[in-house]
């Protein structure tokens, strides 16, 4: 059996003298692993780093067997980002929660296309409207998984407009007068992540950091619980860089 997909490799591990296990999500095969030939030596190292934009030609005589796979460099992200602490963090971020969530070999194309998305915005030097691309890429993925949020009409009156807060019981959004007696209860819902709002550019450090209050709570709630797993490490570093933002 053999395909070749486009890639973005979220990790990779040494197998034996030279070869390497690389763990990549594909656009049409999910997240899925194969085994690099000289991946551990100096000439190949680079390809297998976090964050490369790869294609990859994978070959295995079973499907369900490791396979060896060939990766052509496309554009190395991490590479671009890796004097920037809070780039960096929220890349091996995203890594370890893709390894972490994804089942092997369950194609996700809108994952893998909204992942993409968001590491051309990371490598885009001129602003910071990736901060609130990121917590969207975890509302997405929370979508993806099975437990999307409702965030576009107040959950008591059907209103789309002033929604203030999010139940964490429910993961719906309520307006401002209705959740402004329970607001101690209830997570703060930003205006980038309400209404369909796109405007990402104004959104905040502190908007950006309820937000992530937001998808966090529901991520280790409804996934992360059933895996008897946390958030990952790099997860908690990305957002302590954010608070000191504020």
């Not at 972490?100 to 915005?121: C, D, G, K, Y």
């Amino acid at each position: 059996m053999e395909w070749i997909d486009q890639a973005i490799i979220i990790g990779s591990r040494k197998h034996g003298e030279k070869a390497s296990i690389v763990q990549m999500l594909t656009k049409n095969h999910g997240k899925h692993a194969g085994l690099l030939s000289g991946g551990s030596t100096s000439s190949k190292r680079h390809l297998v780093e976090p964050g490369n934009y790869v294609s990859a030609n994978w070959r295995g005589r079973l499907p369900e067997h490791l396979g060896r796979v060939n990766i052509e460099l496309e554009r190395s992200f991490g590479a671009v980002i890796l004097g920037e602490p809070k780039k960096l963090a929220a890349l091996n971020s995203i890594c370890e929660i893709i390894l972490l969530v994804l089942p092997e070999r369950e194609s996700h194309n809108e994952i893998f296309m909204a992942t993409l998305f968001l590491l051309q915005n990371m490598a885009n030097e001129q602003d910071d409207i990736w901060l609130a691309l990121y917590v969207r890429w975890e509302l997405g993925l929370l979508g993806a998984l099975g437990f999307g949020l409702q965030l576009s009409t107040c959950a008591v009156t059907g209103q789309t407009n002033n929604l203030a807060y999010v139940s964490p019981k429910t993961g719906r959004a309520v307006t401002m007068d209705i959740g402004l007696p329970y607001k101690d209860q209830l997570f703060v819902l930003p205006d980038f992540l309400s209404n369909g709002e796109r405007n990402h550019g104004n959104a905040s450090y502190k908007d950006i950091v309820n937000g992530a209050k937001l998808t966090g709570y529901f991520l280790e709630k409804h996934v992360f619980a059933t895996l008897n797993k946390t958030l990952p490490p790099m997860r908690n570093r990305f957002f302590d860089l954010m608070n000191k933002e504020i």
